[in-house]
Each structure stands twice: as C-alpha cells, then as structure tokens.
C-alpha cells in the first residue's frame, strides 16, 4: 500500500483545504469543489501507479472541463487571470482569489507546475495535437508571457478606473473572449513551432506566478545517478524540455516541469 501514499497525501491536502473553507465560508460550494478536484487527482495518480496509458489524460479532463464548462460557463466565473484582479480589486476573497492561490501561487511550493500538466483547460485542448515532443529549438520569446500578463491587469484596473457599470458581465464574456483567445494562439503556435506546448512556454500570464514559486517545490522528479545510463531518452519526450539528469534547483529548464512523467515512463532503467 505505500505506493498508493502519494494520492492519499493529495487527497488530504485538498479535503484539509475544502473543510477549512467550508467551516470558515459556512459554504458548502466549497467542500465539493476542492474535494471533487482532490479526488480526480488523487485517481490520476492511482492510474499512473497502476500504469494506464492515459492516467494524466483522465485528471486532466475532469479537472480541466470542470473548470471550463461548470464554473466558467454555467457559474459565470472568470476562472482566468482576469478574475483573479477582478476579485481582488473588490476585496473579496472567493472564486477565481482562492483558486490562484490555492493552485497557482503557494500550491506550486508543493506540487509545482502540476496544475499546468493534471488541471489547465488550455493545454488540456493543446495536448490533443500532435507535436506532443517538441520538434524545433525552444525560442527566445518568453518575455512576452509578461506582456499578457500586464494587459491582463491593465484590462482589470480600466474597469474600476472608469468605472464601468455591469463588470460582472464584462468579465463574463472576457472569460469566454479570453479563452478563444488562448485557443486560437495555442494552437497556433503549436503548428508554427511544432511544439504542443509552445503557448504554455511563450505567452501563458499565468507562469508569471507559476515559475518563481515552483522553484522551491517540494514534489519533484529526480533522477538516481547510479541506474542513469545517459541515453537522453528523458530528454527526448519531455513536452517543456526539462533537464530531469540534473537533480539541482537550477537544472534548465526547472521550474517548467508539469509532473507529466513521460521522463520516468521512457527511462528504460528506471532511475527518475
């Protein structure tokens, strides 16, 4: 049974948070949400100990379609970045707040970028194309994922600057607007650059907080030197170009690493 002890530690982790807000909230919203997500993750992981092809595929989706079609479509939330500054501008610690901060601000201080691998809806549709490897050297454009995120915020703050009445609604068809957005330039990147992940490395805000905070991550893919035979097939599969080889916070690449585990799953020694 200790194989099993990763998901239940994940399980916990998200059952703790969706007790505290539903006691703290008085919302019971709250205790279904996070425990519906703890326990798609923790099945995930289950199916990856157990080897299922498509065992991130399945989180994924479930996660990721939940947070696109129930909270974003039929709940009206802006579950983007955008929502994030929506929320924090009025002073009200709910929906999009508690979800950065849970999944993408200190959450990455435990798991990383798991959210951009197990949760995301953008990648979730990126990763049905089929650069899933990429295929041309990674480009030196990183800089403009801070160029999203600055609009993003500019967007926000112009709403309350000019006081523009019904932002509820705007921030609604911003969330809709934004993600076709994000789709279009995925996919369109994907097929320029041949890279599935092209958009998550080059233009995604959200890494703007992702990126700092996994450094420190507590979960992290390592590699046992004396197993390792340096065929670079790790290397090869990997979707955001990690170096798993290096064990060191400052590996290339680090805190880019989306706990996908195609490394560990090509390594024909075993040794991540």
Known sequence: MKKYLAPAVMLAVFETVA????VTKHNLFYLFNFSYIGCSIALGLVLFIRRHRHARRVTQLLVGLYMLVYLGLICRENMQIEGFWYYLFTGVFEAATIHYVVA???????????????ACWTAMVLDFLP????????KNIGWLRYVFFAVSL???????????????NVMFWAFITGNLLYYALGIGLAFLFQDNRAFCKYLCPVTVFLKPMSYFSLLRVKC??????????CQKVCPMEVD????????????ECILCFECAKACPKKAL
């Not at 046992?224 to 097939?233: A, F, I």
């Open 104 to 118: 993408k601000i200190f959450g990455p201080l435990l798991f990383g970028r798991g959210w951009c691998g197990y």
């Open 224 to 233: 046992d030197h004396s197993k390792c035979v340096s065929c670079g097939k």
């Open 19 to 22: 007790v505290t807000l539903t």
């Open 154 to 168: 500019a967007f926000v703050g112009g709403l309350f600057l000019f006081q523009v009445s019904d932002k509820e």
């Open 244 to 255: 798993m080889t290096d064990n060191s916070r400052k590996r290339k690449n680090g805190t």
């Open 131 to 138: 650069y899933k490897a990429p295929r041309q050297p990674r």
